[in-house]
Nanobody
Framework: QVQLVESGGGSVQAGGSLRLSCAASTSSGSSYCMAWFRQAPGKEREGVAYITSLATTRYADAVKGRFTITQDNTKNTLYLQMNSLKPEDTAMYFC????????????????WGQGTQVTVSS
């Protein structure tokens, strides 16, 4: 069982930055995938970025060049640096962990955090 706790959300004006953190209760071990998803009101949950145990990353087209996913294995913590934020980035952001397939599809992830709200005003 892995518990994930997100933090770092908040309200920011367009063009601003936020850094989200996701603390895991235990080490993810080997061959894992950690990801960030987001869900805006009335919309489906969508993948934002993932990082593998080998530090390979992938981003959704909507955030490519603006967001950066990283991990600190010594702290069992996942990060999402979000720059040049836009109003359309407003959503609840979730971190997730999985060990089967690395993807931006939510069904490939087993453990989820409770989410942290990000609101970007114009």
């Amino acid at each position: 069982q892995v518990q994930l706790v997100e933090s770092g959300g908040g309200s920011v004006q367009a063009g601003g930055s936020l850094r989200l953190s996701c603390a895991a209760s235990t080490s993810s071990g080997s061959s894992y995938c950690m990801a960030w998803f987001r869900q805006a009101p009335g919309k489906e949950r969508e993948g934002v970025a993932y990082i593998t145990s080998l530090a390979t990353t992938r981003y959704a087209d909507a955030v490519k060049g603006r967001f950066t996913i990283t991990q600190d294995n010594t702290k069992n913590t996942l990060y999402l640096q979000m720059n040049s934020l836009k109003p359309e980035d407003t959503a609840m952001y979730f971190c997730a962990a999985g060990w089967v397939v690395c993807s931006l599809v939510q069904f490939d992830y087993k453990y989820w955090g409770q989410g942290t709200q990000v609101t970007v005003s114009s």
